[in-house]
């Protein structure tokens, strides 16, 4: 069973900047896709941001030009550059990862990570 272990979540004040930090049990080339989601109290898990073995990125609406992933496979890792925090990002942040092995795909989830953005 595959272990996503996060990192680097915390609190900080609106306008400021956390990276997030993913390291996977497995190689990081064995997924094919990897990514961010975040759950707020009372509200359904939703992607933040994905990255792609061939290195395409997807960014929910909310967070386009202030959130980055990024992956260092040297490092065996994956993170989530977030700037200019707003309040409405407080949640907890979850790192996925997918392998495909066609027909079935398995996907994988960190423990999660607290990100709390107040003043």
């Known amino acids: 069973q595959e272990q996503l272990v996060e990192s680097g979540g915390g609190l900080v004040q609106p306008g400021g900047s956390l990276r997030l930090s993913c390291v996977p049990s497995?190689?990081?080339?064995?997924?094919?896709?990897m990514g961010w989601y975040r759950q707020a109290p009372g509200k359904q898990r939703e992607l933040v941001a994905r990255?792609?073995?061939?290195?395409?990125?997807n960014y929910a609406d909310s967070v386009k030009g202030r959130f980055t992933i990024s992956r260092d496979n040297a490092k065996n890792t994956v993170y989530l550059q977030m700037n200019s925090l707003k309040p409405e990002d407080t949640a907890v942040y979850y790192c996925?990862?997918?392998?495909?092995?066609?027909?079935?795909?398995?996907?994988?989830w960190g423990q999660g990570t607290q990100v709390t953005v107040s003043s």
């Open positions: 996925n990862a997918i392998r495909m092995r066609l027909p079935d795909s398995y996907a994988y």
């Open positions: 497995g190689d990081i080339f064995s997924f094919n896709v």
């Open positions: 990255i792609t073995s061939g290195g395409s990125r």
